[in-house]
């Protein structure tokens, strides 16, 4: 009952969507009372896993918010001085590597600041966005300070800091490159509304609060992981391997931190734990609900769920059968 909730209720309620920190912290809160999972060891992680991406994002977002006047001089200059496939490839491959150390939610608010100054018109825009989400969604997961999920990864799994990137480096960072190249491809049209940041201007309280929803958030997904091992301990495992890989699809829908919360534990193969992250990483990008950055950049840029689906589709069903191809035979079929 627990796993339908917190699959459906994101999309079915508003009150849930907008407050998906808190909702999942009550989630977890009853998952480990209910499987009893409750420690001092337990609550010590819930206060402590968070706290590595939450100063990363703090202090980075303090320095985007009072560097934002010289990002911008800065992104002109190299506008004037790059051709534009040079520009777009370094913005998009550049986001999704760069995602590992400044957060995924970063790199998602410099695109937003890159895509405000870019005039190609709407629908290049939103077609390089969904690209450079894509990008940031699979670089970020290299450290456990990139994004949740590798946060929640790391800790489940007790990997040290550079865990997800020899385990996932091979895989992420060819990706990265295919989403800078195909950006590179866009060529200006104009036409349609110009994305512009809706949230310019905002004030220090606007950083202060993201900080503490990704604190809740990790807190919130430690909680949860925890509570639903013994289902997940009893029943991933059992799957095939390539079952797990299209089940992850779900992530298009949910996100992907979340899935790997309720998933991820140290009793599946190596095999099953690869092929389980990169189809959640790429699939994230298809729906604006899957991944952090798809949801800060279409927020900011005013992207509607149509639009982001019909972009996203092509690259991430393309890069869905890339990998699993790639995974399949290189890995061995199971």
């Excluded at 977002?61 to 560097?67: I, P």
């Excluded at 005039?119 to 940031?136: D, F, H, N, P, W």
């Excluded at 279409?298 to 890069?319: C, D, N, Q, V, Y």
Aim: glycine share 8%; aromatic share 8%.
């Amino acid at each position: 009952m627990l796993v339908i909730l917190a699959l459906v209720l994101p999309l079915t309620s508003r009150v849930v969507e907008r407050n998906i920190e808190v909702f999942l912290l009550a989630l977890g809160t009853l998952a480990v009372t209910i499987s009893s999972r409750w420690s001092g060891y337990l609550v010590r992680e819930a206060v402590r896993e968070p706290l590595a991406i939450t100063a990363t994002v703090l202090a980075v977002g303090l320095a985007f918010h009072y560097g934002r006047p010289l990002l911008d001089r800065a992104f002109r200059s190299v506008q004037r001085t790059l051709p534009l496939p040079a520009l777009l490839f370094l913005l998009v491959a550049g986001l999704g590597l760069a995602s590992s150390v400044v957060t995924a939610m970063i790199a998602a608010l410099v695109l937003a600041e890159a895509m405000h100054l870019l005039r190609l018109g709407r629908r290049q825009e939103i077609a390089v966005t969904v690209l450079a989400c894509y990008a940031i969604g699979l670089g970020a997961v290299l450290t456990p300070v990139g994004e949740p999920l590798a946060t929640i990864v790391t800790a489940k799994l007790g990997g040290d800091f550079w865990f997800l990137a020899r385990l996932m480096g091979v895989w992420v960072v060819p990706g990265v490159v295919l989403a800078g190249l195909a950006a590179s491809l866009t060529r200006p049209h104009p036409g349609g509304a110009p994305l512009k940041d809706a949230q310019r201007g905002r004030d220090l309280t606007t950083v202060f609060l993201r900080t503490g929803k990704v604190f809740l958030f990790v807190a919130a997904l430690v909680l949860l992981g925890t509570g639903l091992s013994p289902l997940s301990e009893h029943y991933v495992p059992r799957l095939r391997a390539s079952a797990l890989f299209w089940c992850n699809t779900l992530s298009a829908i949910l996100d992907n931190a979340t899935l790997a919360s309720a998933e991820v534990t140290p009793a599946l193969s190596l095999r099953q734990l690869t092929g389980a992250l990169l189809s959640l990483l790429v699939s994230g990008g298809l729906l604006i609900p899957g991944n952090i950055p798809n949801i800060i950049a279409a927020s900011h840029l005013r992207i509607r769920s149509g639009e982001w689906a019909k972009a996203a589709f092509l690259p991430g069903m393309t890069g869905l059968l890339l990998y699993f191809l790639a995974w399949f035979f290189l890995t061995g079929p199971a």
